[in-house]
């Protein structure tokens, strides 16, 4: 009797074995969707699946889901690294997030190595448009870093791109499109007492709240971007927790037509409990009601090239950069 249990516990493990082998080989580096698949299929370029979710179940950690052509691929929450490309031969990959849900949730902090995945999230649109509008076109909560490379954001009832970590943790964006969010086209936010490092190049903020807010710890440089139309503020250092600070660096970059009230501002550092600090150079605040906005704990400093013209009376001075040495 003993020798034969021994037998059937052994026999278990093997068969769990092989089931977890064949799990591993059923993840291939590179899957597909498209907008015919279905999540039954194993994801390949001829039998692709329906959604995200259902393709990265079937992707391995550190491999790519592509797009066939377009379609509405669905909402996701990635754990693990992973890039996801919405492709742009044969169209666009979308994500619809109406009816108060996030379209994409970086977060690992559930997994057995928290706060290391690496993402890249390109060619993507993302919109929360409908009755009720989506809650963020992305957040990232826990992880190391995350790229956002041509992704369109759109109509959220929040944040278009919401980043609040808890480690010392780097979030790019290159040629990325933020419009019509009811708060900040960007939120960066520590929940901890580290630093979110964030680099913008070549990226639009329209018609958002605020387009770029650095909140706690945010160490924000925006370069070649425009912060056009927003409701309240173009671009804003200003960090709510006493004892914290928010930096931001701007080149080359505008910001304009902030007019929807009297207090619309094209730059803002330092409101709040905390502290903000801007850095500005060869850059242009046009059309503004005010054009920046500077408060006891907060400085702007420019380097002297900006164009700064058409814009109502500031609220408080702009501060010679330090020269530093070449």
Known sequence: MTKLRFT????????????????????????????????VNPCSRTAPCKTWAGAISKTAAGGEIDALDPGGFGTLTITKSIMVDGTTGQGFGSTLNSGGINGFVINDSRTASPNTIKVVLRNLSINGAGTTLGLNG????????????????????????DMQVGVLAFMHLRNVRISNCLQNGVNVRATQNVNMV???????????????HGDDNARITIRDSHADANLTTGFSAN?????????????????????NAATSRGLLAGTSAGGGQIHIGSSAIHTNNVPFNVSANGTIFTFGNNQISDNGAPVGVLTAAPTGLD
């Open 8 to 39: 059937v516990q052994a026999l278990a493990l093997s068969v769990f074995m092989l089931a977890l082998a064949s799990l591993a080989q059923a993840q291939a580096t590179r899957t597909w969707v498209s907008g015919v698949g279905d999540d």
């Open 138 to 161: 992305i957040r990232f909560l826990a992880g190391k870093q995350l790229l956002l490379d041509n992704v369109t954001i759109e109509n959220q009832s929040n944040h278009g791109v």
């Open 198 to 212: 964030v680099g913008i190049e070549n990226s639009t903020f329209y018609r958002n709240n605020v387009g770029v």
């Open 239 to 259: 960090a709510l927790t006493a004892g914290r600070f928010a930096v931001m660096n701007i080149f080359g970059s505008t910001t304009s037509n902030h007019n």
